[in-house]
């Protein structure tokens, strides 16, 4: 049987395929009845038919690839029926009649017509087989392509549920991409609202439109961010759930498809998921370019604060450019107009040298014709003349000759007689030198005798009152009295003993006698007795250890004693200490040896600043050690270290825990090794002290940093109470505020026993020989004054920062009242405390630009600090803060060699910057000048004296053996017949300067 039936394409039915499968294990299983044979047929083809959802209904056939139609068999299961009992009656070897139910009206019971349109015998039983062999070989065929039909089936089941699975993974990266779309432009909202709060915090000092518009502008913004957030959300979720309901719209029609056609319903799957997906792409698209959308236009509308802002910035620098281009142009008109009337003097002066030298040519001509003219004609004279002066001359010589003689003579017996007459003066004067030495010597001893009387007097006075202050005195004691010892006591004086005995000469007038009156109440009444027997009585005087004498007399002694003895002991040690220093060489005596004071130093102190602004970004400690063989040699006497506490900013100006030394300039073993090597090098070391201002380490409930940690836990009761910005608890500020960090209140007791006992530290566990004191105009000096008394350095500088007077943008030329607030300061600590020359520092800025004039003041003394109080004044001309990287102030880079020309030969304590020592080249230069400094003992007390200030130069002469000048001026000490010694160059530097010292 040539039978291939399938479905849709190759696929066969489980009936017919279960009959053929009977049909071929009949040819194995003969004994098999049909009864069972059928039955077993039948059951399967009802569990089949269960299991398949196809059945054979339109009895479609296909053979080879031929459409026929069942052309005899209208029931296939009789015919299959007859199939089975002729396959049967043929194995028994016989012909049988089909049985009654087999038979089929129309249908022969011995012949069997093929699907093919053969007839077969069924009789013929090798027919049979053969056929039954070849249907076995295409029912193999048909499983075969029935495992294909399946295995395609599963592929397409597998590759629909890949899809599905492609769709939800899809579906839900769309989900999270628009959710982390969604949180990105969250982010970016609080970034950017966040940077408005930022701006608008840095802008409380902008005008209040501007601040409205922003309000205005946020509320905008805020509005249409939300708005488009909540559409963009609304319509990203009606998206995800139109695409849901497409795909289980497309899920459902897959599954009715693949129930019809698998392969049909696995493109149509195919291409719904497609579209669901590019649907999804396309939302999400759609979705970020909205967000786009806003942002830009947030972003837009933040531009508008920013212009705003950037406008306002904008026209407050044009405004302080026009400003700054008004006083330069006002400066180049001035200057202009000087060098207009420069210029004009300089013409005019040309003009009459050209005349003076037109009329001087001339005159020459003249002179010249004439010469030649009077020189032929006085030729002959002159020689006529010659002769006759020759005998004159001989004749006048001879008679001078004489005179002189007689002159000599003269002068020889009036130089004798001068000094015979010197002589005889002498004489009378050692004689009266004599007379009123021996004057002198009497004149003291009869103080003394009186001195003595006086006394006895005194206590003889004082008995007789004990004694007879109610009785009536004897006339012997009134004998003894006028006749005996009293005698004695007044001398062999007569008239000193009738003033007493009788009375002055005329009577007493009655103002004497009132006065006399006052001065005898507390002596007894004087009275005369007469007939009275002389006895003696004798008078008990005291010794010379029971008087009193003002020479062995004691001071009581109360606290202004004490200081003047305190004082003249300080000044007889600073004499001293200056003597010594006058005398020996200029290296720092040791602390055993001398006692110096915390405001001065030694008085020669050189002091270098050890750091820049960049050195805490190298292991600063370590390198800066290596340099102390070097700076002790070059003549320096004082290391400033940097600040050696832990520090929020890593330069060390915002201090935290006061005792961590663990800061970024290096350990506390390094910067405790670091000053040991400078002791070795007899260098002092000054520790850089942050008073005025710490950061907190803890918030309060509040949220402000004003809570204190480490060692030194302090609270809101340390910081002043009008602080701007960190709700301080204490007592109002007595200076300035710093707004970067809380500022301390130093009238507290114990924040000041806190900062003395931190400060005895660094000073005796830590080695620092003293301080420099920063921002010292945020409190009261009075108590630095109590720290230095408490920690006693070897010198401390304050750093009291104060801008200068400007008048059209320059310096003006009386700073008299910048320097006065230094000086206040100084003496709030009662000098205990020098501090950094600002003053000197502006004025230099423009001195040296040819305006040397600026160097004195109307008193003829320097015009910075220097001239008021020169032991207190640090000179300096760069430092961290001005110089370095920061550069708020820098010196003028052509003009600094000048600088230290100027600071290292006047008085004062000159600052040296590491920048200037080790970076810029200058280091032997400047070595060289403190050579000169050193070498001719200028201190910070010289006297100094100014010979020249003004456009040309700036000469003045320090001590008694340094002269110094600055500036093209052509002045030198040796054309100056006032000034005694001998002067020699010492350093010349051309147009810079120069410096000459006493030989």
Request: charged residues 25%; contains cysteine; aromatic residues 8%.
């Amino acid at each position: 049987m040539d039978l291939l039936m399938t479905s849709q394409k190759w696929g066969l039915s489980m009936n017919f395929c279960a009959v053929s499968k009977d049909i071929i294990d009949l040819k194995d299983h003969s004994h098999i009845s049909c009864s069972g044979i059928i039955k077993s047929s039948c059951s399967r083809t009802s569990s089949k038919a269960s299991h398949n959802s196809l059945q054979l209904q339109s009895r479609t056939f296909f053979l080879e690839g031929r459409h026929l139609q069942q052309p005899r068999v209208t029931n296939w299961s009789y015919h299959r029926k007859y199939l089975i009992f002729a396959s049967r009656t043929a194995a028994e070897g016989g012909v049988h009649d089909a049985p009654e139910d087999f038979r089929v009206s129309g249908v022969d019971s011995n012949r069997f017509t093929s699907l093919s349109g053969q007839c077969i015998d069924l009789d013929d039983a090798a027919s049979l087989r053969a056929t039954l062999l070849a249907a076995e070989d295409r029912v193999a065929a048909a499983e075969r392509e029935k495992a294909d039909a399946l295995e395609a089936l599963a592929k397409a089941e597998a590759k629909q549920q890949e899809y599905g699975v492609n769709l939800v993974q899809t579906t839900a990266a769309a989900m999270q991409e628009i959710e982390s779309a969604r949180e990105i432009f969250n982010k970016e909202l609080e970034m950017i609202l966040e940077e408005k709060l930022a701006v608008e915090s840095e802008l409380v000092l902008a005008k209040q439109d501007a601040i409205d518009l922003a309000v205005k502008v946020e509320m905008l913004a805020e509005s249409a961010i939300q708005e488009a957030t909540a559409n963009l959300a609304e319509e990203a979720q009606l998206r995800i759930a139109a695409a849901e309901a497409s795909a289980a719209e497309a899920s459902e029609k897959v599954d009715n498809r693949i129930r019809i056609a698998a392969i049909d319903a696995a493109d149509s799957m195919l291409k719904e998921s497609r579209d669901v997906i590019e649907k999804s792409f396309t939302a999400l698209e759609a979705a970020k370019e909205k967000a786009q959308k806003a942002e830009v236009g947030l972003f837009q509308k933040m531009q508008i604060l920013d212009d705003l802002v950037l406008k306002e910035v904008s026209a407050l620098g044009l405004q302080q450019a026009i400003s700054t281009l008004q006083q330069q142009l006002q400066a180049a008109k001035n200057e202009n107009e000087r060098l207009r009337a420069e210029i004009k003097a300089v013409m005019v002066r040309a003009e009459t040298a050209e005349a003076c030298v037109s009329a001087a040519g001339s005159a020459m001509q003249q002179s010249q014709a004439t010469a030649r003219k009077s020189e032929q004609e006085h030729e002959q004279k002159t020689k006529n003349a010659l002769e006759a002066l020759k005998n004159a001359g001989e004749a006048r010589l001879e008679a001078a000759k004489a005179v002189f003689k007689a002159d000599i003579d003269a002068f020889q017996a009036a130089v004798n007689t001068l000094s015979k007459a010197n002589k005889a003066q002498e004489q009378a004067n050692i004689r009266k030198y004599e007379a009123l030495e021996r004057s002198l010597v009497t004149a003291e001893v009869t103080a003394r005798a009186w001195k003595e009387r006086a006394v006895a007097v005194e206590d003889l006075l004082r008995k007789i009152k004990e004694q007879a202050i109610e009785t009536e005195v004897s006339g012997t004691m009134l004998d003894e009295l006028n006749g005996g010892r009293i005698i004695t006591f007044l001398g062999s004086d007569s008239r000193k003993w009738h003033l007493l005995a009788n009375g002055p000469r005329r009577e007493t007038p009655d103002w004497m006698l009132r006065r006399i009156k006052v001065a005898l109440q507390g002596l007894p009444p004087r009275k005369t007795f007469e007939g009275e027997a002389e006895t003696e009585i004798h008078l008990q005087l005291p010794t010379s250890e029971d008087t009193w004498s003002i020479a062995s007399a004691k001071v009581k002694e109360d606290i202004f004693t004490r200081e003047a003895a305190e004082k003249e002991t300080i000044d007889k040690q600073r004499r001293a200490l200056e003597h010594a220093l006058q005398r020996k060489t200029v290296r720092r005596p040791k602390e055993a040896e001398i006692k110096i004071e915390s405001g001065t130093g030694s008085g020669r102190e050189i002091v270098f600043q050890g750091f820049n602004w960049e050195s805490w970004r190298r292991k600063w400690y370590l390198e800066l050690e290596s340099k102390a063989a070097d700076l002790a040699n070059c003549g320096i006497t004082a290391i400033w270290f940097p600040p050696p506490t832990h520090s929020v900013s890593a330069q060390g100006y915002m201090p935290g825990d006061l005792y961590d030394l663990n800061s970024a300039y290096g350990s506390l073993g390094e910067l405790k090794h670091c000053i040991e090597v400078m002791h070795n090098h007899d260098l002092l070391v000054l520790g850089d002290t942050v008073l005025n201002h710490r950061c907190a380490q803890k918030k309060s409930p509040n949220g402000v940093w004003n809570i204190f940690g480490g060692k030194i836990a302090w609270g809101p009761e340390a910081i002043v109470r009008d602080d701007p910005n960190f709700e301080g608890r204490g007592n109002p500020s007595s200076g300035d505020h710093f707004h970067a960090a809380p500022n301390i209140d130093h009238s507290q007791d114990f924040v000041r026993r806190d900062i003395k006992e931190w400060m005895k530290w660094l000073r005796t566990e830590i080695g620092f020989d003293g301080w420099r004191l920063d921002f010292v105009k945020g409190f009261w000096g009075g108590y630095v004054k109590e720290y230095i008394e408490a920690t006693s350095p070897a010198f401390a500088i304050g750093e009291y920062w104060d801008s200068l007077a400007y008048e059209g943008g320059n310096v003006c030329y009386n700073q008299d009242a910048h320097r006065q607030r230094i000086i206040n300061w100084i003496n709030a600590t009662g000098g205990t405390s020098s501090a950094f020359d600002v003053t000197t520092k502006g004025i230099l800025h423009a001195a040296l630009h040819n305006e040397y004039w600026r160097l004195i003041d109307p008193q003829g003394k320097p015009p910075g600090v220097m001239g008021w109080w020169p032991s207190r004044a640090v000179t300096f001309l760069e430092n961290h803060d001005t110089g370095s990287t920061q550069g708020h102030w820098p010196f003028p880079r052509d003009k600094v060699m000048q600088g230290y020309a100027y600071i290292l030969t006047h008085p004062g304590t000159p600052v040296i910057f590491y920048d200037h020592f080790y970076d810029f080249g200058l280091h032997d230069t400047i070595a060289e000048l403190i050579a000169v400094r050193t070498g001719t003992g200028v201190h910070c007390r010289s006297p100094i004296r100014i010979y020249q200030a003004n456009n040309q130069g700036y000469a003045a002469q320090i001590g008694d053996s340094l002269i110094m000048k600055i500036g093209p001026s052509d002045w030198n000490p040796l054309r100056k017949n006032n000034l005694a010694g001998n002067w020699c160059r010492v350093v010349d530097k051309g147009l810079d300067y120069q410096i000459w010292r006493k030989t």
